[in-house]
């Protein structure tokens, strides 16, 4: 061990005269330490809810949907064809989109209606899993069609499995001895689905593909195709390919296009939240700067007697720079051990619920990174080590014969 680290240390452990200078030393390690476990449990805590959110979104959601400008595809099976040919696409499924009302004998709200294909909806979205109660059984079997809604939405209008709902559509009004009126249909409860998302939850309903292409008069046609990749970041390089097979009136949208809002203000909070969190590190590193200044002063003997004994200014300075270095380290490595363990905790027992009508989640979702580990141990490091080379200089400039002229 050098005689710098070894003096560093006996500072450290050795009782000194001013105990006001140890105690400054322990709120320092103590504040290094709340600063790095509250940036690590905070910055996993959103990584953990972007990770869910987007999980969920793109759970509910394909990652890619082929579109046509002007109107509905009317040819299908061709584009899905077309589709399949490109690199990275790995499942397809047709699908009719609009909005409608859906009422009950003791209630009406209005949904997203979607008509999907029941056999190749599991290759986009994960709606098949999800079900809790009855099935994925849209098709009509001698009565009415079959429809799948949300729990919220199933709560909201007081039906259960086997209940009749009436879909009313706003598009292609009937004409009756009354006058106009607009389209409805009666259907027959036939799942009930829970995504952990209360906008889905509550305001989506799926019925068979074929269904509602007579219930919306679309001529057989779909108003998009769904598409599912193999790499979730390679959205654009896979829909710009797609543009260029299908030519125009065909067009693609995908999730970063569909969500970019959300996980832009997600990604701009996380970097705010670590910003003003550094601040209590911040803070730690100024109880270092006048922790070593108080030593400096105190141990001005000690250095004098050093400097007279042949250690350099730079050896004086290496002393006080590693003291407050193990004062920043230590903190850092009990800041990063805590973090982790209380990450684990909630990770595994999630106690901590959060209202589902607020959030798009009921329980606060953690993801640990080792990227963010060492981001935050280097930066904490780092800001402790700023903070020593004021004090470390001014204990290097100390000339000998001040420390000694009334010894």
Not at 134 to 152: D, Q, T, V
Not at 320 to 326: A, D, L, Q, V
Request: hydrophobic fraction near 45%.
């Amino acid at each position: 061990m050098r005689y710098e680290t070894f003096i560093s240390l006996r500072y450290l452990k050795s009782k000194r005269r001013q105990s006001f200078i140890s105690v400054i030393t322990l709120i320092s390690i103590a504040g290094v330490t709340l600063g790095v476990m509250a940036l690590i449990i905070v910055l996993s805590v959103m990584r953990g809810f972007e990770s869910d959110l987007k999980g969920k979104i793109l759970g509910m959601n394909a990652d890619i949907v082929v579109l046509r400008s002007g109107g509905v595809i009317l040819d299908p099976d061709r584009i899905i064809k077309e589709i399949k040919t490109v690199s990275g696409v790995i499942g397809t499924s047709p699908f009719v989109y609009s909005q409608a009302m859906i009422s009950s004998t003791l209630s009406a709200t209005g949904i997203v209606l979607r008509g999907v294909d029941e056999k190749t909806i599991g290759e986009v979205t994960i709606l098949p899993k999800i079900i809790k109660q009855g099935g994925l059984n849209l098709k009509p079997h001698g009565g009415l069609p079959g429809i799948l809604i949300g729990n919220e939405l199933s709560r909201n209008l007081g039906v259960r499995l086997g209940d009749v709902v009436r879909v009313i559509s706003p598009q292609g009004m009937v004409i009756t001895p009354a006058g106009s009126l607009p389209r409805f249909r009666r259907f027959r409860v036939a799942g009930i689905f829970e995504s952990g998302m209360y906008d889905y939850d509550s305001g989506f309903a799926f019925i068979d593909l074929e269904v509602s292409k007579r219930f919306f008069r679309l001529r057989g046609g779909v108003t998009g195709i769904e598409v599912k990749v193999r790499d979730i970041y390679a959205v654009k390089k896979i829909g710009k390919e797609m543009r260029k097979k299908l030519q125009f009136p065909y067009f693609t949208r995908d999730w970063m296009t569909m969500n970019r809002n959300l996980f832009s203000a997600l990604k701009l909070e996380r970097i705010t939240m670590f910003i003003i969190l550094t601040l209590i590190v911040w803070v730690a590193a100024f109880n270092i700067v006048s922790s070593l200044i108080m030593v400096v002063m105190e141990k001005n003997r000690d250095i004098a007697i050093l400097k007279a004994m042949g250690a350099t200014s730079r050896s004086v300075m290496k002393i006080f720079m590693r003291e407050g270095m193990i004062v920043g380290v230590f903190g850092t490595l009990l800041g990063s051990t805590l973090a982790f363990i209380a990450c684990g905790l909630l990770k595994k027992y999630q106690f901590i619920k959060l209202p589902t009508d607020v959030y798009y989640i009921s329980t606060l979702p953690v993801q640990m990174s080792w990227f963010d580990f060492i981001v935050i141990a280097v930066s904490a490091v780092g800001i402790c080590f700023l903070a020593t080379i004021y004090p470390a200089r001014q204990a290097a400039n100390l000339p000998p014969v001040e420390g000694l002229r009334y010894e």
